[in-house]
């Protein structure tokens, strides 16, 4: 389970286990509405807490292969008397509405719940559409179900296909928050969305969050807030040049944001093959991510490159074997997704530096609002440097937004430029934060080969 997931629901909603609460997860059949609360039931037991599940719809054993497949073992509390699953009858006709809620309320007050969900609301409120009196019984008898439960109680309604929101009547004036489910079809993936509707008591400063579903659980992708963002600062060896001369000296700084641009149908190898010696010290632990590229062919073109340049098989073994790489095709992934699992990736290998090439791939391939883009590329970075990870991100021109774009959110930037129509020659311009320098293409060429000799030194 995602302890992220848990942390970001209760900085949502407050402390559901200690406040008590009365939550509506509303949403499209399958957009995510019992395992956000069941993450929530989850939550209070791994407080010690109680929780009860009750369902007029849910079978026991499916609930439970499905959260499992979400990394949520429900029988472990089962076991520890913790969990309880109890499934009622929907009430067929207004008159059967009175018998169901004793069952229920017999059930709350024998187990004691901390955290109480009813899965789902929409069964019970369709068997009494039609009578004023039934459902004044049920307000009162929701509204009066919170003393009982000393807890929160998690109500799941179901919202048709098609549409954004069902009216719930009552349930919304007396709900402490409301969120909403949502999913779409964008480029035949899933994209998930959870809309806040209203949380009582609590300043909302934004009102959509995206979030993904997979094996490890929920991920939600909030907006950075920079006062929280906590960048060590790091002390790390790369390559100067001083005069004729390279060495290799110590830097105390952020993380850096590095971006590295070559212009379309240029090929890349000889900027890669530079930038990894300057910013990869013998301490370094190298992440490679490649958007077009499988390990083996990446290897070998820049163990090619290499040797080119005056590195023998020693030296290209050792860069490679602090090398770790992961291959991604990110028209497979809705971008959210995309960086899930590229968190995931740097998380598990735990590099001190992560390489993405050809960066461009992803933007063609999601093809999004530019805004939106920005905004998942902003807190990206930021998560990955919050990490005390540098970055270097290298790429073709695309076009003037994606460039800009990348180097606004960049601390160091490197545009290679051809000096003219058939790029015969080329050059060289990096941008830093102290100032501004060029070299031509040969001079790049010289100092890879001086960037490689010292290495072997």
């Given at each position: 389970?995602?302890?992220?997931?848990i942390k970001?629901i209760?900085?949502?909603?407050?402390?559901?286990?200690a406040?008590?609460?009365l939550?509506?997860v509303?949403g499209?059949?399958?957009?995510?509405?019992?395992?956000?609360?069941?993450y929530?039931?989850y939550?209070?037991m791994?407080?010690?807490?109680?929780?009860?599940?009750?369902?007029?719809q849910?079978?026991?054993?499916r609930?439970?292969?499905?959260l499992?497949s979400?990394?949520?073992?429900?029988?472990?509390f089962?076991?520890?008397?913790?969990?309880t699953?109890?499934?009622l009858?929907?009430?067929?006709?207004?008159d059967?509405?009175?018998?169901v809620?004793?069952d229920?309320s017999?059930?709350?007050?024998?187990?004691?719940?901390?955290?109480?969900?009813?899965?789902?609301?929409?069964?019970?409120?369709?068997s009494?559409?039609g009578?004023a009196r039934v459902r004044?019984?049920?307000?009162?008898f929701?509204?009066e179900?919170?003393?009982?439960?000393?807890?929160?109680?998690?109500?799941?309604?179901?919202?048709p296909?098609g549409?954004?929101?069902?009216?719930l009547?009552?349930?919304e004036?007396?709900?402490?928050a409301?969120?909403?489910?949502?999913h779409?079809i964008?480029k035949g993936?899933?994209?998930?969305?959870m809309?806040?509707?209203?949380v009582?008591?609590?300043?909302?400063?934004y009102?959509?969050?995206?979030?993904?579903?997979?094996?490890k659980?929920?991920?939600?992708?909030?907006p950075i807030?920079?006062?929280?963002?906590?960048?060590?600062?790091?002390r790390r060896?790369i390559?100067v040049?001083h005069?004729?001369?390279?060495?290799?000296r110590?830097?105390v700084?952020?993380?850096?944001?590095v971006?590295i641009e070559?212009?379309?149908?240029?090929?890349?190898w000889?900027p890669?093959?530079?930038s990894?010696?300057?910013?990869m010290?013998?301490d370094?632990?190298?992440?490679i991510?490649?958007?077009?590229?499988?390990?083996?062919s990446?290897?070998?073109?820049?163990?090619?490159?290499?040797?080119?340049?005056?590195?023998d098989?020693e030296l290209?073994?050792?860069?490679?074997?602090?090398?770790?790489f992961e291959?991604?095709?990110?028209?497979s992934?809705?971008?959210?997704?995309?960086?899930?699992?590229?968190?995931?990736?740097?998380?598990?290998v735990?590099?001190?530096?992560?390489?993405?090439?050809?960066?461009?791939t992803?933007?063609t391939?999601?093809a999004?609002?530019?805004?939106?883009?920005?905004?998942?590329?902003?807190n990206?970075i930021?998560?990955v440097?919050?990490?005390?990870?540098?970055?270097?991100?290298?790429?073709?021109?695309?076009?003037?937004?994606?460039?800009?774009l990348n180097?606004?959110v960049?601390?160091?930037v490197t545009v290679?430029?051809?000096?003219?129509p058939?790029?015969?020659?080329?050059?060289?311009?990096v941008t830093?934060?102290?100032?501004?320098?060029?070299?031509?293409?040969?001079?790049?060429e010289?100092?890879?080969?001086?960037?490689?000799?010292?290495a072997?030194?």
């Amino acid at each position: 389970m995602s302890s992220e997931a848990i942390k970001f629901i209760v900085d949502v909603l407050g402390d559901f286990v200690a406040e008590p609460r009365l939550v509506v997860v509303a949403g499209h059949p399958g957009s995510g509405k019992t395992t956000l609360a069941s993450y929530m039931c989850y939550y209070a037991m791994q407080r010690g807490e109680k929780c009860l599940y009750i369902s007029f719809q849910e079978d026991r054993d499916r609930l439970y292969k499905q959260l499992y497949s979400v990394g949520l073992d429900f029988k472990r509390f089962e076991d520890l008397k913790q969990f309880t699953f109890i499934k009622l009858p929907v009430p067929a006709r207004e008159d059967l509405v009175q018998s169901v809620l004793e069952d229920l309320s017999r059930n709350v007050n024998e187990y004691r719940p901390r955290v109480l969900v009813l899965d789902s609301a929409t069964a019970m409120l369709s068997s009494v559409k039609g009578s004023a009196r039934v459902r004044g019984y049920l307000q009162n008898f929701f509204w009066e179900l919170q003393k009982v439960v000393e807890g929160s109680i998690i109500l799941i309604a179901e919202v048709p296909l098609g549409k954004e929101y069902t009216n719930l009547g009552w349930i919304e004036f007396v709900a402490d928050a409301i969120l909403i489910l949502k999913h779409r079809i964008r480029k035949g993936l899933v994209e998930r969305i959870m809309e806040i509707r209203k949380v009582r008591g609590k300043r909302l400063t934004y009102s959509e969050v995206y979030f993904t579903i997979d094996e490890k659980g929920m991920h939600f992708y909030k907006p950075i807030v920079l006062q929280e963002i906590r960048a060590p600062i790091r002390r790390r060896v790369i390559a100067v040049q001083h005069g004729d001369k390279v060495e290799f000296r110590e830097i105390v700084s952020p993380p850096l944001a590095v971006y590295i641009e070559y212009p379309a149908g240029l090929t890349p190898w000889l900027p890669i093959a530079y930038s990894l010696l300057i910013y990869m010290s013998r301490d370094e632990r190298v992440l490679i991510i490649s958007y077009n590229m499988d390990e083996a062919s990446f290897k070998s073109f820049l163990s090619q490159v290499l040797e080119l340049y005056g590195a023998d098989k020693e030296l290209v073994n050792a860069i490679l074997s602090r090398v770790s790489f992961e291959a991604i095709n990110p028209s497979s992934y809705t971008l959210y997704e995309l960086v899930n699992h590229m968190l995931n990736t740097i998380d598990t290998v735990k590099p001190t530096i992560v390489y993405m090439h050809d960066v461009a791939t992803a933007w063609t391939s999601v093809a999004v609002d530019p805004k939106e883009y920005a905004t998942i590329l902003y807190n990206f970075i930021f998560e990955v440097r919050s990490r005390g990870i540098d970055m270097v991100r290298i790429s073709s021109y695309v076009d003037p937004v994606f460039s800009s774009l990348n180097k606004l959110v960049s601390s160091h930037v490197t545009v290679i430029s051809c000096v003219d129509p058939i790029c015969s020659d080329k050059v060289i311009q990096v941008t830093t934060p102290i100032g501004v320098y060029r070299m031509s293409w040969r001079e790049l060429e010289e100092v890879t080969k001086k960037l490689i000799q010292a290495a072997k030194e």
